[in-house]
């Protein structure tokens, strides 16, 4: 055999070394990609490609956080704007008559502080993910970050549940009752107590029922690998 054809032979011998070398490293970052299922998923989650799975999560919870600031400073704002309408209007009301509306005053700043103190946990979740996204560079672990999205994705899927649970209903009624009684017993008002507890009822209760919920089914569909 000359020398041209054991370097010819040399050569392919090397390439096809590389190529099998080079096909282990790939065929091992596959298998690393397989990211682990979460609690409850099907098994036709897993066929989902990793990176499928972390951005139909992101686009998911980004679109329902629009819908929760609508909900939130939407509804905020308003029950603000009637607690402020309520004082305004103080001045202008006999004094025996005023406790009534600052009642309605105080009932509207705690439906205010509800929001500020408990806002809807996707509004701080559907960011911090985005974040998190924008910050991986292309070595980052898709498990990693995949996982820590199904966290969040789980997390606001029971937050929105637990707006609708019965007790917070509960505690509606209960509250507006209290203002209702208050303002009865306290001060004999029982048609200004009634009306305040009546419209603080119904604003609680439509607050409640329109409280975004997509994230809920967001969450059954992913489990069942439908994305």
């Not at 041209?4 to 070398?21: E, N, W």
């Not at 309408?85 to 103080?90: I, P, T």
Request: aromatic share 8%; proline share 5%; charged share 20%.
């Amino acid at each position: 055999m000359d020398i041209g054809r054991r370097a010819a032979i040399g050569r392919a011998v090397g390439l096809l070394v590389a190529v099998g070398a080079g096909s282990i490293p790939a065929a091992i970052c596959r298998a690393e990609a397989r990211c682990p299922l979460p609690e409850g998923a099907s098994p036709a989650l897993g066929s989902v490609d990793p990176d499928r799975r972390l951005t139909w999560i992101d686009a998911h919870l980004s679109a329902t956080e629009k819908t929760a600031k609508l909900w939130t400073y939407g509804w905020g704002g308003g029950i603000a704007a009637a607690g402020v309408g309520s004082l305004v209007a103080v001045p202008f009301v006999a004094p025996e008559g005023r406790v009534d509306w600052y009642t309605g005053a105080v009932s509207a700043a705690v439906g205010v502080a509800a929001f500020v103190f408990a806002p809807p946990a996707i509004l701080h979740d559907a960011p911090a993910l985005r974040a998190e996204i924008a910050q991986a560079d292309a070595r980052a672990d898709v498990c990693r970050l995949l996982a820590g999205a199904e966290a969040r994705l789980v997390h606001d899927a029971r937050d929105e549940e637990q707006q609708r649970r019965w007790y917070v209903h509960a505690g509606n009624l209960v509250f507006n009752a209290g203002l209702g009684l208050f303002l009865g017993l306290g001060y004999h008002h029982w048609s200004g107590g009634a009306i305040n507890a009546l419209a603080g009822a119904a604003v609680g209760e439509a607050l409640l029922f329109t409280s975004p919920t997509a994230t809920i089914d967001d969450l059954a569909a992913y489990r069942r690998g439908a994305l």
